[in-house]
């Protein structure tokens, strides 16, 4: 299970903890990752994805799951988001 978020692709990054002589060591910086279920209007259903914080209000701001995803690159989202952003444009192309 990689510390991905399925939504930005935000990943760990890497650095140095300093100490206060100046002592170097490598260490990990963690995205804050959360399991979260988003509601899908267009679906009707829940969808349980592993994205961060950032990415949690980034999609309240722009009006939920449906609004983000369609305007989200498919390279930046996960297999799993990708296919719900696929059933998504699938399901408007229908009502339309």
Request: aromatic share 0%.
């Given at each position: 299970m990689s510390r991905r978020c399925e939504l930005t692709g935000k990943g760990p990054m890497t650095g140095n903890n300093v100490s206060h002589a100046k002592n170097r060591t490598r260490r990990r910086f963690l995205p804050n990752l959360n399991d979260v279920t988003l509601q899908s209007e267009t679906l009707g259903r829940g969808i349980k994805l592993k994205i961060s914080a950032a990415a949690l209000r980034t999609v309240d701001?722009?009006?939920g799951l449906d609004a983000f995803l369609a305007k989200a690159k498919d390279e930046e989202l996960s297999n799993s988001?990708?296919?719900?952003?696929?059933e998504i444009a699938k399901a408007q192309s229908v009502e339309a």
């Open positions: 701001h722009r009006g988001a990708l296919k719900v952003k696929k």
